[in-house]
């Protein structure tokens, strides 16, 4: 039996969302912060590029709109962009005030220009912003005398109302009566927010330090979890990045949205030293130019902006170009700027290129795709909520309508840091609405008749098909008959984890496979639904846009 911890906030991740919301709540009570892996490991971590925020008089809100609408292929929320957009340079000066250093200081930041902006608005800390960023948040939150840190802790599943009703007698919970305000605050469990329903009570976890399963109760609960590239087979992505959040949203009966939109990186490095490297955006953004191996230019006649048009277009003709030459990769060439400034703009990139033998200010860098970042995920209203009272969601892990079919660049730790906000806004109204959640009526973790494996190859033969197969049918490039494949195998997966799952011991492993299984499968119903072509989502089958029927979300929920 594990231990029961409880706070007011729960936060699950670690990242510039997770953090951020912490910081911000643990002026109002105590945190909780559970980190799959450190707490310096995260997507946010590994952002090169920077945050894009408008901030000078050569640039406008109504630009960067226009330019984020464009690059999600009009699926994006006008409304909604421009809500997140206008708080841009308020979220990045929390930023600052909480210790982040920006290259030029805080008065005039240096700005550079990544694909399909129109201005330089980014702002960066050389090519190391995520690391700069989540170096400080992760300073001051260890710091704080409210926010306690649970690393190598993973969430299994969310705890609901539901979820205990199963195990205890419905009168006792307040499904009936007076308690049932207690449970999900004033209105019953239809709530105040049309569809909403349950209510969340924390999480089980399984801590690293003792393998036991503990139960998290919190009055409020954040996912902050991140994206789920590893999902597939090549990824930027680190190896924490399995979904967690979104599975065990879509499992306590949340919405998920937009799931078929996965963007994939057009650069990472193409290097079996470097199974995971990005090479940034804002590479091209200072003149980088795309080649064949033979030195010839190829995104010059496919888009105005040339090697720097929006990711979704460089990334599906970088993947033409590989399959109709059959090549291993292309090349991004640096050789026309000028030395030194390539080495000192890119100080990160270059060490690690010049630690496996490539000078990148004098030799063209081998690059491919590979998948990066999830535009879809936990659907979530204006104020971070979803469908689950006193369950919030910020940063990748969601679909807020920033992003529609394809995320413009340096948008998504903006988004992260303005949602971080709004979510801090919205956990202390939920908590002043709801009241602590009563760990007394959780029941602790059954283990049942669970025992130790001693065949762990299962999991990993099971993962590496899994992400082969996602990889090759659930591409950048689509076809019905891959997707039906796709469907049909990964139903047998799933499955033949359940089985797994239960009868044995939980392992971090097995926690993630279930999660990377569940993901799969909503990734490939989202994609076969959606009869277009837009953005992220490519389907030879019907390669044409249809704004009259589908400038919409794809909306999917667990039926029970």
């Known amino acids: 039996m594990g231990t029961v911890h409880q706070s007011d906030f729960l936060v699950m991740g670690a990242g510039i969302a997770g953090l951020s919301y912490a910081l911000d709540v643990a002026e109002h009570g105590t945190v909780h912060v559970l980190a799959k892996g450190d707490a310096d490991v995260s997507n946010t971590a590994r952002a090169q590029g920077g945050i894009a925020a408008v901030w000078n008089a050569d640039d406008s809100v109504d630009r960067h709109v226009a330019d984020t609408v464009e690059a999600g292929v009009w699926l994006s929320s006008e409304e909604t962009v421009r809500s997140i957009l206008a708080e841009g340079p308020a979220a990045v000066r929390r930023l600052m005030e909480r210790g982040v250093r920006f290259d ?23 090519d190391l912003t995520g690391l700069e960023i989540q170096r400080a948040l992760l300073a001051a939150a260890r710091a704080h005398p409210n926010i306690t840190l649970f ?141 064949l191996p033979d030195g010839t230019p190829f995104m010059e006649g496919v888009h105005p902006m040339g090697s720097l048009a929006p990711r979704d277009i460089v990334a599906r003709e970088i993947d033409a170009q590989i399959k109709r030459h059959g090549l291993e990769c292309v090349y991004l060439d640096m050789t026309g700027l000028e030395p030194d400034f390539v080495r000192e703009r890119f100080p990160g990139i270059h060490g690690r290129l010049q630690a496996l033998g490539i000078d990148m200010a004098s030799t063209p860098i081998p690059v491919v795709p590979a998948a990066h970042y999830f535009c879809g995920g936990v659907h979530v209203d204006a104020d971070a909520r979803t469908q689950i009272h006193g369950l919030l969601a910020a940063g990748e892990v969601t ?24 979510a801090a806004n919205s956990a202390l109204a939920e908590r002043e609405r709801l009241g602590l959640a009563d760990p007394s009526i959780i ?77 799969a499968g909503v990734v490939i119903r989202a994609a076969r639904g959606r009869r277009e072509s837009r953005g992220l989502h490519f389907n030879l089958d019907c390669p044409e846009r249809d704004d009259e029927g589908w400038r919409r979300p794809t909306l999917l929920r667990r039926e029970w």
């Open 104 to 126: 030029g200081g805080r008065e005039n930041p240096d700005l550079t220009r990544e694909g399909g902006h129109s201005a330089r608005r980014i702002l960066h800390s050389g």
């Open 151 to 291: 690393e190598q802790t993973a969430a299994i599943d969310l705890i609901t109302t539901r979820k205990v009703a199963r195990h205890q007698d419905k009168r006792r919970l307040g499904l009936v009566g007076p308690e049932v305000e207690r449970l999900y605050g004033p209105g019953g469990p239809e709530g105040w927010m049309p569809g909403r329903r349950d209510r969340c009570l924390g999480a089980y976890a399984l801590e690293g330090a003792t393998g036991e399963v503990s139960v998290f109760a919190a009055s409020v609960t954040l996912l902050a979890t991140g994206g789920a590239g590893k999902v597939y087979r090549f990824t930027s992505n680190p190896d924490q990045a399995t979904g967690d959040g979104m599975a065990m949203a879509w499992r306590a009966g949340a919405v998920l949205a937009n799931m078929e939109f996965v963007q994939f990186h057009p650069t990472c490095l193409y290097h079996a030293g470097a199974k995971t490297f990005l090479v940034s955006e804002a590479l091209r953004g200072e003149g980088g130019i795309l080649r």
């Open 399 to 422: 679909c807020t309508g920033l992003h529609g079919a394809n995320r413009l660049a340096s948008n998504s730790l903006l988004e992260g840091a303005v949602f971080a906000a709004r």
């Open 443 to 519: 029941p602790g973790w059954d283990r049942g008749g669970a025992r130790d494996t001693d065949e762990l190859v299962v999991i990993s033969h099971t993962w590496d098909e899994l992400r082969r197969l996602m990889w090759n049918y659930v591409g950048i490039v689509r076809t019905d008959k891959r997707l039906e494949r796709a469907l049909a195998r990964v139903q047998l997966i799933e499955r033949e984890i359940q089985d797994y799952y239960w009868d044995f011991t939980m392992t971090r492993d097995l926690i993630e496979l279930r999660n990377v299984a569940l993901v």
